[in-house]
């Protein structure tokens, strides 16, 4: 209820007597979501408040270390500017060596590293992720999308991996979106354009999907339609939408 009024320092305080009484998960859990939406409200109200909010994301992540919400918004303070993410960067390099939230600082590292297009350091976070949570879907999940970038690439290790992700979560779009990615690398038109055109239905505006749909329209022959995703995809890109 105090969260809801956004009275997070009563909420955390409440939560904590919580702790002393019964250590309880689930109050862990409660605790993160309490730091997410604190640090959500700060950017919010204050957008130069980012040293701030970033403290509090790394107090959640002390107390819940596999929420996925963390991972994106750390990853956004990360590229957001050079200022923040060398102190954010050092922190998580910090967690490696102290073996404190290893695979998830390891993932929120080499995402934000892959997103820079240092693909070689990124690479090799992303790697050390995978093989210490290798049930995590959305580290397999980058992992497989590194395999296809990097070089030289692995696609047949990506759709390996993907393929179980998929298998474990199969109504979640963003993995059939990157299996299709994978499976164009390794030209498989048709089972590209299943899983990619399945994927606009959470997707409709994401200009890789589209490009990557005009790449397997062109290879199974239909020139027609793969010029309209081409054309889609570029008039999507950020740069060229209007202001």
């Known amino acids: 209820a105090t969260l809801l009024l956004e009275k997070f320092q009563e909420a955390i305080r409440i939560l904590e ?18 730091l997410i939406h604190w640090s959500d409200s700060i950017l919010k109200d204050s957008p130069d408040q980012k040293q701030h909010a970033f403290q509090l994301l790394a107090k959640a992540l002390e107390y819940d ?27 998580l ?36 992720a995978f093989e210490l949570l290798p049930q995590g879907p959305i580290i397999a999940n980058n992992f497989a999308w590194h395999l296809v970038q990097a070089e ?12 179980e992700v998929i298998r474990q979560f199969p109504k979640d779009l963003e993995y059939k979106d990157t299996r ?14 299943t899983d990619l055109e399945t994927s606009l239905a959470a997707f409709p505006n994401r200009p890789a999907t589209h490009a990557a749909l005009a790449e397997a329209y062109s ?8 010029e309209r995703h081409s054309t889609l995809a570029e008039r999507l890109k950020p740069e060229n939408k209007k202001q």
């Open 152 to 163: 030289p690439a692995a696609p047949n290790r990506a759709l390996t991996i993907i393929n």
């Open 180 to 193: 299709g990615h994978i499976q164009v690398h390794l030209s498989m038109w048709n089972e590209a354009i």
């Open 17 to 34: 007597d919580g702790r002393k009484l019964n250590p309880d998960p689930r109050l862990n859990k409660a605790l993160t979501q309490v």
């Open 219 to 226: 290879g199974a022959g239909r020139p027609e339609i793969a």
């Open 65 to 91: 270390p596999n929420e996925i919400l963390l991972f994106d918004r750390i990853v956004t303070l990360l590229n957001s500017d050079e200022a923040n993410a060398k102190t954010i960067e050092d922190f």
């Open 93 to 128: 390099l910090d967690n490696i060596t102290q073996g404190r939230a290893v695979g998830i600082s390891h993932l929120i590292l080499g995402t934000a590293l892959y997103e820079r297009k240092e693909l070689a350091r990124g690479g090799f976070h992303l790697e050390r």
